[in-house]
């Protein structure tokens, strides 16, 4: 649930910055895909992290 959360808000989170900066519908997606990746690698690490606790 963690991962899917972090990709769904680093793929708004990119998208937001690519309009910011007057991208077009391409440069959105690329920049969407660009966050997405770390924020879901960055969700998976923490939900292993928080799984070893448990």
């Known amino acids: ?6 990709t ?8 937001y910055r690519a309009r910011r900066h007057g991208g077009g519908k391409l440069d959105m997606a690329q920049w969407a895909a660009g966050f997405a ?3 879901a690698l ?4 923490l939900t292993i992290l928080i799984e070893r606790q448990f």
Do not use: T
């Open 1 to 6: 649930m963690i991962v899917i959360f972090a």
């Open 37 to 39: 990746i770390p924020f």
């Open 42 to 45: 960055i969700g998976l690490f």
């Open 8 to 15: 769904l808000f680093g793929g708004f989170l990119g998208a």
